[in-house]
């Protein structure tokens, strides 16, 4: 949201076509939005936990917007590697669930909506979409940050998010 946010001004001011950026970033903001909603459902936060997001949210917002108004390249970066871990919690929480320590419950409805998966999916279905996700979002993020580099990277067009590109994933 911030990258959007930054670069639709940028545009704005420099009179220059985005390339796509802001709806891919806006995209990004929102499938991380639905990560929240879903997992609120299976987690169940308590009001401690809510005044930490709030306080987390803060700092963090006001933090990145600056470091993105500094450069933009170093914040795609950091992104890319916070998506990185995110990639290998999910990895470890896999294994929580196949090892027993996390119940495998019913994926909540939202879930199920969102990422159209089976009417039988599990936690652990889940897990697996988001995690693709934040691959994506890994990929996204160092490529930005790669192109503000000025690295030769395949400049073609970003690949939308999988649950949006294959329609048939929920059946498979
Ligand atoms: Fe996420
Ligand atoms: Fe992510």
């Not at 991380?32 to 936060?45: G, Q, V």
């Not at 599990?122 to 990929?139: I, P, S």
């Not at 930005?144 to 030769?152: D, N, Q």
């Amino acid at each position: 949201m911030v990258g959007a946010t930054i670069m639709h001004l940028q545009c704005l001011r420099r009179m220059v076509d985005d390339d796509g950026w802001i709806r891919t970033l806006l995209e990004e903001a929102e499938n991380e939005r639905m990560h929240l909603m879903m997992f609120i459902e299976i987690a169940k936060p308590t009001v401690f936990e809510r005044l930490v997001v709030m306080l987390a949210q803060w700092v963090f917002y006001i933090g990145f917007f600056l470091l993105y108004l500094v450069s933009s390249r170093t914040a795609h970066r950091v992104v890319g590697y916070f998506e990185e871990e995110a990639v290998l919690s999910y990895t470890l929480y896999l294994k929580e669930i196949d090892e027993g320590r996390s119940p495998n419950v019913t994926a909540p409805a939202i879930a199920k909506h969102y990422w159209k998966l089976s009417d039988d999916a599990t936690l652990r279905d889940v897990v697996l979409v988001v995690r693709d996700d934040e691959a994506h979002h890994r990929d996204v993020n160092h490529r930005f940050a790669s192109k503000l580099a000025g690295e030769p990277i395949d400049d073609g067009h970003i690949a939308p998010y999988p649950q949006h590109a294959d329609e048939s994933r929920s059946q498979s």
